[in-house]
């Protein structure tokens, strides 16, 4: 067995022995399938973390590292995305960095707000904006997102959104 083989092994046996499930036993030669039910169920569960933020960088399959870095950048705070991003090779990191960073404007659509410099809803990716348009959040984020929203869809929910604060605002 290669070294990079045991060492996903050893992981997977962590991994699986924090979730109570069993090492399927083609994981390491099997594709993603067989490893995937094992990382699904410890994404729900926080005191799995540690050990699947070590498997990131084992993952032989880039679409499922980077798929359980972009499930994990929505369920952190802000602080611990980056561990999250870092624990992927550097080739792989591109796309998850640029989602953690929307995360971030999502959320702070909905808390705080967000800055001038991130106010430009046309440079948004359709996720953000379909997302932040389904949460609501900031009135003039809503605003904006009802005028220059790249889809009908989303310009129409953030109207809808920014009515009803408008209607709470005013009662």
Request: charged share 35%; hydrophobic share 45%.
């Amino acid at each position: 067995m290669r070294s990079e083989d045991a060492a996903l092994l050893d992981a997977l046996t962590a991994l699986a022995s924090v979730v109570g499930m069993d090492v399927p036993p083609d994981a390491v030669d099997d594709d993603e399938h067989g490893r995937w039910p094992l990382y699904d169920e410890a994404l729900r569960r926080p005191e799995a973390n540690p050990v699947l933020l070590r498997l990131v960088g084992l993952e032989p399959n880039e679409g499922i590292a980077v798929s359980i870095v972009l499930q994990m950048v929505e369920a952190v705070d802000e602080a611990e995305q980056d561990r999250w991003v870092w624990a992927l090779p550097a080739d792989r990191r591109g796309f998850a960095r640029w989602r953690a960073r929307e995360v971030g404007i999502a959320r702070r659509v909905a808390g705080e707000g967000v800055g001038p410099d991130e106010l430009d809803v046309e440079q948004w990716s359709d996720w953000l904006q379909r997302r932040v348009a389904r949460d609501g959040g900031q009135l003039a984020v809503l605003d904006a997102l009802a005028v220059d929203g790249r889809s009908r869809r989303v310009r129409a929910q953030a109207a809808e959104h920014a009515r009803r604060a408008r209607k709470r605002l005013s009662s």
